[in-house]
């Protein structure tokens, strides 16, 4: 027979319980936490910690062994599957527990669409989904991690790249049953379980997020055929992000704060493939001793491999958009009518 504390527990709503672990943290942590939810999620729980009321030590530590114990399970199922989860909770915490914290856990796994993906190898993945339609491909690769789906997405041919790339960003909402018909023709290699409710994935942002982290020579193709085969979409698409050949959309002063954290054997190896304009931006912002050695350095290289020449560049682009990220530089992406202050 249950206790009054379990009792207690299981009157607890979801988000009660998670306004509780909150409570349980320090400041700092959970601050940390709250930055991973949406906005009404943040008020829902924050309406939650301003309703509660004086909890009894032995709930908390109830509520917030409950939640150690999902966060357990979770981690066992992604190493090595549910059934692996419950021989490890079995002998951990008993038959019955193990079997209650896994009926808690399922309706949480059950919500994410491909979650089971997430311990997989992208190679795996590119083997499942390559012989698949674009739009099948695209409705995968939009549920996974930027890092994974730029994997998979860079080991497609370059025409499925593009057709891909296009349906990433021209997806708004994916319908229950068509995730779960996705499902079905891939059940038999992979399990999932579907949404109950249409999910928000994809658009032009979710493209963005994969072409920051495919490299060099995969971003230049989408883009290029993306200016082929939609123009919108590829000024669209290039307005989030940005390219090597930016840089010479920059002002004078944002370069400068540039060349001084580029590694220079970096910049002459990245310019050998540059467009004159790229070139003589550069130039016109360093020094005349500074530009002349640069020069010297690209005209003694020699001929290079294009490969070397595109990872050196995207080693600049992933720089300059962390000087972005932290505030230093503003990149204007919206236009001559855009207004920066």
Known sequence: MPDAIDVQKAQLTGRQKAAIVLLSLSAEASAQILRFLDDEKIDQIAMEIANLKTVKPELRKAVVEEFYQLCLAQQYILQGGVDYARQILERALGAHKAVEVLGRIASVLGSVPFAFMKNMDPSQILGFLEAEKPQTIALVLAHLKP?????????????????????????????????????????????????????????????????????????????????????????????????????????????????????????????????????????????????????????????????????????????????????EIVISRGGEDEVVV
Do not use: H
């Open 147 to 327: 890092e994974m789906a730029a994997a998979v997405i860079s080991g497609l041919p370059p025409e499925l790249q593009t057709e891909t790339a296009m349906r990433i960003a021209l997806m708004d909402r994916t319908a229950p049953e068509v995730v779960r018909e996705v499902e079905k023709v891939l059940e038999r290699k992979m399990s999932s379980l579907g949404s109950e409710r249409a999910q928000a994935v994809g658009g032009v942002k979710a493209l963005v997020d994969v072409l920051n982290k495919v490299d060099r020579g995969t971003e230049k193709t989408i883009l290029e055929r993306l200016e082929r085969d939609d123009p919108e979409l590829a000024d669209e698409v290039k307005k989030l992000m940005f390219v090597f050949e930016d840089i010479a959309l920059l002002d004078d002063r944002t370069i400068q704060i540039i060349l001084r954290d580029i590694d220079m054997k970096d910049l002459a190896l990245a310019l050998k493939a540059a467009g004159e304009e790229v070139q003589n931006r550069i130039f016109k912002n360093m020094s005349e001793r500074a530009a002349t050695m640069l020069k010297e350095d690209m005209e003694f290289m020699g001929p290079v491999r294009l490969r070397l020449v595109e990872e050196a560049q995207q080693r600049i682009v992933n720089m300059i958009r962390r000087l972005e990220n932290a505030g």
